[in-house]
């Protein structure tokens, strides 16, 4: 049985650098989602899948920001020209649609922007 | 907007006591969902108990019970006969049901410590 797993599990990267991480559901699950941890603060939503559809973005998601999920299996979140103010946990959850949905979420990719 | 709050920052307890963590939200929906999460340190989020709206019963899972009050807003847990490996961030979560939008909304979390 596997979870939600993310790669990488840390990234340091200089201010002004892209970056890409990698999330991967757990096999059946057809939504993805994709959240923000700040230290000392609870998960902030950014967006969510439906099988190969974006459906929802939040406001926190500016231009820098993109997110894919082609074939509806794995997702890739990118930002690019990184901003100190990127650094966090960013968070992956999946989850199968349907009336008792439960939303499990990955280790997190820790990001620090130096 | 849904807003979730936790109002303890920290609690702690000794083991094998009983702790009750708080949460208050704030929904204009009649139908939605609530959970709490558990977040270990340096581990990932683990689900410790939902609770659908339209549901009177409170949900019970082993030593995890909530208290849901719908009229007053208020889901608080509690953790009975604790034990060292609850230590962990609660995070209170609110989630509108179909039709409605699939984020999760969290609290800014509760550290529960557990003292032995």
């Known amino acids: 049985d596997t979870g939600v797993s993310q790669d990488p599990r840390h990234k340091i990267t200089k201010r002004g650098q892209n970056v890409t991480f990698r999330c991967d559901p757990i096999s059946e699950h057809n939504r993805l989602y994709w959240y923000r941890q700040t230290l000392g603060q609870g998960p902030e939503f950014l967006t969510y899948f439906q099988n190969e559809a974006q459906l929802e973005k939040s406001r926190l998601l500016s231009d820098r920001f993109s997110a894919e999920r082609p074939k509806g299996s794995f997702s890739t979140l990118e930002i690019q020209r990184t901003e100190q103010g990127d650094s966090a946990m960013y968070l992956c959850?999946?989850?199968?649609?349907?009336?008792?949905?439960?939303?499990?979420f990955g280790p997190g990719t820790r990001l620090l922007v130096l | 907007a849904q807003t979730v709050t936790q109002s303890q920052p920290e609690m702690s307890v000794q083991e094998a006591e009983t702790v009750t963590l708080s949460c208050t939200y704030d929904t204009s929906e009649s139908d939605y969902y609530l959970f709490w999460y558990k977040q270990p340190p340096s581990r990932q989020m683990i689900l410790v108990i939902r609770q659908e709206a339209y549901k009177q019963q409170n949900a019970t899972e082993n030593r995890f019970s909530v208290n849901f009050q719908k009229a007053a807003k208020s889901f608080s847990l509690k953790i009975s006969d604790s034990q060292l490996g609850d230590a962990a961030m609660y995070f209170c979560?609110?989630?509108?049901?179909?039709?409605?939008?699939?984020?999760?909304?969290f609290g800014k979390g509760t550290k529960l410590t557990v003292n032995p």
């Open positions: 959850a999946s989850s199968q649609q349907g009336i008792r949905e439960t939303q499990y």
């Open positions: 979560a609110y989630r509108a049901a179909q039709g409605g939008s699939e984020k999760l909304v």
